[in-house]
Structures are given as C-alpha cells and as structure tokens.
C-alpha cells in the first residue's frame, strides 16, 4: 500500500534563513510526488509536483523539491524564508491505479513557522 | 476565472440530521473528489468520481454518499450526522489525466455536529 509521511508536525525557521520540510514515501513502482501548501482558512494551493525527469523540481513562490530514489525522499525546500510561507504544508503521492489521475494519498500535514 | 466552490463554509448540525454540503466547479474537469481534514491525519478520501453517474469508495466512506449528476457538481451527504463527522472538508477536481495529474482545491467547509 501506499503511504506518505511527514516526520515534522512543525518546523520553525528564522526569516532569511533555507528551510526544508521533510517528506518520505512508501510506493511500488515509480513514484508521483506533490506538494500542497494550506494558508489559514483557505483551500489547498498546488506547490510541485515530480513525475520523472530531473530529480530537482522547482514550484510555486520560490519554493523546490528534491526527489531522492534511494531514500524514498521528497523534501520541500525553499532557499530564504519568509514570514508569509508561514503556513501548513502537504505532502501527496498519487493512487499508482492507471487513469485514476488526481486520487491522492497525503501525509499529515506540517506546520511551518517562519519568525522575524 | 475556472473556479471550485463550496457552501456552505461553516454549518452547525445536529446529531442524526442529514447534512448535504455542496461542490461545484467550473473547470469542467472530469474528475472531482471530497477529503475531510482532521488533525493528525492530514486529508483522507471519502468519495470520488471520474465522471457523470461515476462514484466510488474512498478511504473513509462509511456514513457518507455521494452522487454525480452533471460535471460541475458533486454533493457530498452524511445520511446521519454523527459526532465523529466533525471535520473540515474539502471539495477537489481534476483533468481526466494520468498519475501526474494535480488536484485543484475548495476552500472547505468547517461542519460542526453537536
């Protein structure tokens, strides 16, 4: 089955300063990775996503993320933070069911916090 | 601009009462989905659909149905609210498309049941 975990309930980072919020995933085959950014009282917003290709995908705001095969990784990553990413970020992986496109597994959430 | 939307975004219901929250999109996606968010849990799938009279079991579908009528709407209903169906939740659709095919989101609906 498969799985998607968020290791950080929250993450704390001084503005200015690179932040990373980890992500690891459990799938047969190959991998379909997203990442969701959740603004207080608002819908989920699409960040990234890798398919295939070049292991370092660039999103939304500034933010990337770094697919790692050997360690079943997909960190966010965004090189100086800003107050206003201060947010509740997602990590997805989609159903490996053919032409079930859009069918996500999510982890639980982290909680980024990003101080003056 | 192609949107998705909810309503209501906050409802207060009793134990027992049927509860229908309504989505609809404009995207003319094909494909639309209802998630409930609850802490610690992250999103899970309640129902889905892949088009009009499609509609399949998520992960979490005991107490809930859905029905698809037409492309734009997918009304999610609790037949009999209970207490553990507190939760926000959120409508989403997508393009008829393969795995890479990214969710577009509603702004949810807070519903309380008291």
């Known amino acids: 089955a498969q799985s998607v975990a968020q290791p950080e309930d929250q993450v704390n980072v001084a503005e200015g300063n690179p932040l990373t919020v980890k992500c690891t995933y459990s799938?047969?085959?190959?991998?379909?990775l997203f990442w969701y950014v959740q603004y207080p009282n608002r819908g989920l917003q699409f960040l990234l996503k890798?398919?295939?290709?070049?292991?370092l995908v660039k999103g939304s705001y500034g933010f990337e993320a770094e697919f790692n095969k050997s360690q079943t990784s997909f960190h966010l990553k965004k090189p100086s933070a800003l107050v206003s990413d201060s947010a509740l970020y997602f990590c997805?992986?989609?159903?490996?069911?053919?032409?079930?496109?859009?069918?996500?597994?999510f982890g639980q959430g982290t909680e980024l916090s990003v101080k003056p | 601009d192609a949107e998705i939307t909810q309503s209501p975004r906050h409802k207060i219901t009793e134990t027992g009462r049927q509860v229908t929250l309504a989505c609809h999109q404009t995207?003319?996606?094909?494909?639309m989905f209802w998630y409930r968010q609850d802490l610690g849990h992250g999103l899970r799938l309640i129902h889905y659909?892949?088009?009009?009279?499609?509609?399949n079991k998520g992960e979490v579908s005991d107490g809930y149905s859905v029905s698809r009528s037409n492309t734009e709407d997918l009304p999610l209903t609790l037949e009999s609210a209970a207490s553990s169906q507190t939760s926000v939740y959120f409508c989403?659709?997508?393009?008829?498309?393969?795995?890479?095919?990214?969710?577009?989101f509603g702004q949810g609906t807070r519903l309380t049941v008291v």
């Open positions: 997805a992986v989609s159903t490996m069911i053919y032409n079930q496109g859009g069918k996500l597994i």
């Open positions: 995207w003319n996606h094909n494909n």
């Open positions: 989403a659709s997508s393009e008829l498309g393969g795995l890479g095919t990214e969710a577009f």
């Open positions: 659909s892949y088009g009009v009279h499609d509609t």
């Open positions: 799938v047969s085959g190959n991998p379909y």
């Open positions: 890798y398919i295939t290709g070049d292991n």
